[in-house]
C-alpha cells in the first residue's frame, strides 16, 4: 500500500474473522476540551473490502471535509428537523413527521444504519414505489407520496449544506403516472344508510353534517362558534381562494339540531373532541371520519371530500341553480363545480335522455302526419 500524504489521513489494514479489511481515517484535528487541554479527534470513515475502495472514500472526504460524512438519513432528519420545525406551523410539522415514519420504517430503505451518501436514487425512487404499489401495504395517495418527496428534498438540501452528498438526488425522483383515486359522492344508498344510522354511531353527526355542509374537512376544524348565527341559521367560514374565504352557507334543517348541539358546548372551535379540544384534518379523518365510516359499514374509499362531492350532488340533484352551488362550494368557476364536484349517476342521465327523446318523438304543432301505406 503506498504511503499517503500527511494530512490526508490514512488507511489502516486490519485482519477479521471474515477476511482482511480496510479502514479510512481521516485526517487528524484538534478540539479544546472543558479543561482547556488540546484533544486529537481521527474520524473513521468507514470499512471496505479493497484498499481502493478506502483510498475512494478517503478521496472524497478530503475533496468536502465534514464532521458529518457518516451521518445517516435518520441522523441528518433529526439535526434538520430541530431546526425546521421551529419556524413551520404545526399542521406542517405533521405532514412532516407522518412523512418521516413512512421513510424510516420502509423496508427498502436502511434509514438509521445507513450513511446517508452511499443512499442512490433508485433506493429513493423503492421507497415512493414500495407505498405506491399496494402489494404489502395499503397504497398511499399521490399527495402522501408528494410529501415523502418534499421531506426527501428537504433533508437532502440540508445534507448539502455540510458536504454529506454532493448534490440532491431525491430531486431527480418524478412523480409522473401517479394519479389519486378520483373522489366520489355518497351513492343514494350509501347516504340512504348514513341517514338511518347516523345518530347511533360516534362520530355519525360528523359524517352527516358535512354532507349538508359542503365545507372541506379543514374549513369546519376552523370553525368556532362566533361563525354561526343560530338565528338566522347560517354559518361562515371557508378557506383556499378568494370566492371561498368567509362565504355564508345556511345550515339544512336536518343538521340544525347537531349544529346547535355543538354550538351548546361552547367550546373554542364549534366542533370538537370530548375534551374540548380543537381537531385538524387530519386528526378528523383518523379519529373521527374513519371509525365512523366503519361502524356504519361503508366503503372506505368514502373520505371527507366524499361529503362536500356529496352536498354539490345532491344540490344538483334537487335543482339547485349552478350559481348557488358554486357560491356554497366556494368555487371561483362553475366548470369546476360541475366538473369534478358534481357525480351525476345513471338514473339521472337516464331521465336526462328520455325527456329529449319524448319531445323529439312529439309531432310538430301543426305538422301534417304521414298516412300509412295501404
Known sequence: MRKRENGSGSIVKRKRAHGTVYVAIAPARYETDA????????QQLGVYKTSAEA????EQYNRTPTIKFNYTLAEIYADWSAVAFSGISKQTRGNYTAAWAKI????MLN???KPMRDITTGELRDVLTYYRSGEEVAPLSKSYLTKIKALLTSLYSYAMEYNVVDRNYAALIKLTGMQDKPKRSFTDLEFAVLERNYSRVKGGDVVYALCFLGFRASELCRLTPFDYDPVAGTLRGGLKTDAGRDRLVPVHPAIRPIIDRWYARGCGTLLADERGRPYNKDSLH??????????????????????RHTCATRLAK??????????ILGHSDYALTANVYVDQDLETLRNAMEKIACDATQPRRNEAKIPKNT
Open 35 to 42: 479543561e482547556g487541554a488540546l484533544r486529537c479527534i481521527r
Open 55 to 58: 483510498r475512494r472514500i478517503l
Open 104 to 107: 424510516s420504517t420502509c423496508p
Open 111 to 113: 434509514a438509521t444504519g
Open 286 to 307: 383518523r379519529r373521527v371520519w374513519s371509525p365512523a365510516i366503519a361502524a356504519l359499514g361503508l366503503p372506505d374509499d368514502l373520505t371527507p371530500h366524499s361529503a
Open 318 to 327: 334537487g335543482g339547485a341553480r349552478p350559481e348557488d352551488i358554486q357560491a
